[in-house]
């Protein structure tokens, strides 16, 4: 109904919404279902399509245009709770483990494997990476950014987001679109924006040199198409 009738521009499918289902099942089923799952979802979409329609306003019939749905994830390897499929697909890891080599060649290649498989599946949008810049760990805290982000440097923050965006879209064949996040960077902010609105106390040079330099490195900077992030995840900062 939502895609058929609403017209809604895509989808994200999460674990803790029971779009995956691990439990009991082969590594081969879990995929196998949600291949089949977003096929599925793809397929009422280009159904609608293939029905002609009225013009209210002259009359006249027409066919509407196939637009597929954006189906997208959040991956970002380690296992739960930031993985949605947990079997089925190669065991990445985190970013920070990725940051902790300073190699930006080890990123690309989590990528490119991550793009791949994604692009197999049938998802077209990673809702990821991380490119905070992790100023203040909130240790006590059971939802901070953790290992998430690439580390705490903003130079190496933006190498490592930047490869890892150029490895999605190689893998993926740039069939996978990549959302960059949480813009303008939560890694020194105040508090969780789960909990309330949070706050970055910095001046705008601060911002600039810090907090959203690994932002400019994935867009205008970036030194070569692939690592162009294609979209930007924003966070109620």
Avoid at 61 to 84: C, K, R, T, V
Avoid at 90 to 111: I, K, R, V
Avoid at 168 to 187: D, L, N, T
Wanted: net charge negative; hydrophobic share 35%; proline share 5%.
């Amino acid at each position: 109904s939502l895609i058929t009738e609403h017209h809604i521009g895509g989808v994200v499918l999460l674990a803790k919404n029971n779009n995956f289902i691990d439990d009991g099942q082969s590594p081969e089923q879990t995929v196998r279902e949600a291949y089949s799952t977003i096929r599925e979802m793809q397929e009422n979409e280009w159904g609608y399509s293939q029905q002609a329609r009225i013009n209210l306003g002259t009359g006249e019939s027409y066919f509407p245009a196939y637009i597929p749905l954006f189906i997208g994830i959040n991956q970002e390897g380690d296992g739960y709770p930031y993985d949605q499929i947990l079997h089925g697909m190669t065991e990445l890891p985190n970013a920070m483990t990725l940051g902790a080599t300073w190699n930006p060649d080890l990123a690309s290649q989590a990528g490119n494997i991550l793009g791949k498989e994604l692009n197999t599946l049938g998802f077209n949008l990673l809702l990821g990476p991380s490119l905070d810049v992790l100023e203040s760990p909130q240790i006590e805290l059971t939802n901070n950014l953790g290992t998430r982000t690439f580390g705490g440097d903003p130079y190496w923050v933006g190498k490592m987001g930047s490869a890892y965006i150029r490895g999605i879209h190689q893998g993926s064949e740039w069939r996978v679109a990549v959302v960059a996040k949480h813009f303008p960077g939560y890694g020194g902010s105040d508090r969780l924006p789960e909990e309330e609105v949070a706050t970055v106390r910095k001046s705008l040079d601060e911002l600039t040199s810090f907090d959203l330099a690994p932002f400019f490195t994935a867009t205008g900077n970036a030194l070569v198409p692939e690592e162009v992030t294609d979209a930007l995840l924003t966070s109620h900062i």
